[in-house]
């Protein structure tokens, strides 16, 4: 099959133009060269999260992968045959599981492929969702669309040390199934985690108590709130806030730093969350950047309404359409936006 040549620096121009590229390379059996990753950052090029990332989708599908260094501006990927398998992998940094698993999942469910994977380095991180986002909002939002996955953290990893312990099982996917969610029935109660280590529980309280607060303030209903001490390496907190139902899918995180407060920490997430719910959404932003580009290969058209339109998301579905032939728009529904996937030839 011809090669594949995608510009890394097109829109968003970051790692998820090279993680989508690389898991259609995977699902459809095309080969594909990506220039210019992340041309448009300050430190340009592979970092570590991409580079482990990329040797595990090499050694799932036993596929041939040039320039997947870290640092490395082009990457060249000949995928091979996915097969059931087992594996471990130390990202030896805080690098990010969860932005791992966000490329590795889909690339070999839709290969038809099941898959055990052990992860060790950060799962609560900058710049990636938190673990208890993956796990609660994610996971289910692949199930809708036929992937299977569970995953589960023994410990966490924060900067810089990392070494936060994930397993991650992966079913194969039969078939895609699109979307219809573009309107949703009801507000349905939101649900506040908060995490943190090697810190005072206090912690971990005060950043819940902050995300109820504002949460009620907006006249969100908060059905279920916990506070809790987790191993970890380093010191680090994390707070979560989700709904999941039928009809909507709404998740918003933040995570602790040095000088930071818990306080902050809690009102970030839960401003977030509460502009996402009030647009009327039945998908935040960050899952439509994950989910989306698969439904191009469904069997049907899918919509979904979101609160905006993320530059994210606009380059993961570029992708989707240079691979698939599919086509998608974006219109403006309410307080929201609606986008369409209208798949082509190429469907699972």
């Not at 673990?131 to 810089?160: Q, W």
């Not at 994950?290 to 579905?317: C, M, N, Q, W, Y």
Request: overall charge positive; glycine content about 10%.
């Amino acid at each position: 099959m011809e090669l594949l040549e995608i510009d890394g620096s097109h829109g968003e121009g970051g790692g998820q133009i090279l993680r989508a590229a690389v898991a259609f390379s995977i699902i459809l059996g095309r080969p594909v060269r990506v220039t210019k990753v992340r041309a448009g950052r300050s430190n340009p090029g592979l970092r570590p999260q991409h580079a482990s990332a990329l040797k595990i989708l090499r050694e799932v599908c036993g596929g041939r992968l040039e320039g997947g260094e870290v640092g490395s501006s082009t990457i060249t990927f000949h995928p091979g045959v996915v097969e059931a398998s087992t594996m471990k992998v130390d990202l030896a940094t805080a690098a990010s599981i969860t932005l791992v698993l966000q490329a590795v999942v889909p690339a070999a469910s839709l290969s038809g492929s099941s898959l055990d994977l052990e992860l060790v380095g950060g799962t609560d991180v900058p710049w990636s969702p938190t673990f208890d986002y993956f796990a609660s909002v994610v996971v289910p939002a692949f199930k809708m669309i036929g992937i299977g996955c569970r995953a589960e953290a023994s410990k966490r990893g924060y900067y810089p040390k990392g070494g936060g312990a994930v397993k991650a099982t992966v079913e194969p996917c039969r078939r895609v199934a699109p979307l219809e969610l573009a309107e949703r029935g009801s507000n349905p109660p939101a649900s506040v985690v908060s995490r943190c280590g090697r810190l005072p529980a206090h912690v971990a309280e005060r950043q819940a108590q902050a995300a109820q607060s504002y949460l009620r303030g907006q006249g969100i209903e908060v059905e279920s709130a916990t506070a809790s001490q987790v191993v970890s390496d380093s010191p680090g907190s994390s707070v979560l806030i989700s709904t999941t139902r039928a009809d909507c899918l709404l998740g918003s995180d933040s995570i602790g730093a040095l000088g930071k407060s818990a306080e902050s920490v809690g009102l970030g997430a839960a401003k977030e969350f509460a502009a996402a719910y009030k647009s009327g959404a039945c998908l935040d932003v960050h899952l439509s950047d994950t989910i989306a580009p698969f439904l191009s290969l469904a069997g049907t058209d899918s919509r979904i309404l979101l609160p905006r339109v993320s530059e994210h998301l606009k380059t993961s579905l570029h992708v989707a359409s240079l691979f698939t032939g599919c086509s998608y728009d974006f219109a403006s529904q309410g307080k929201g936006w609606a986008a369409s996937i209208r798949p082509a030839k190429h469907k699972l």
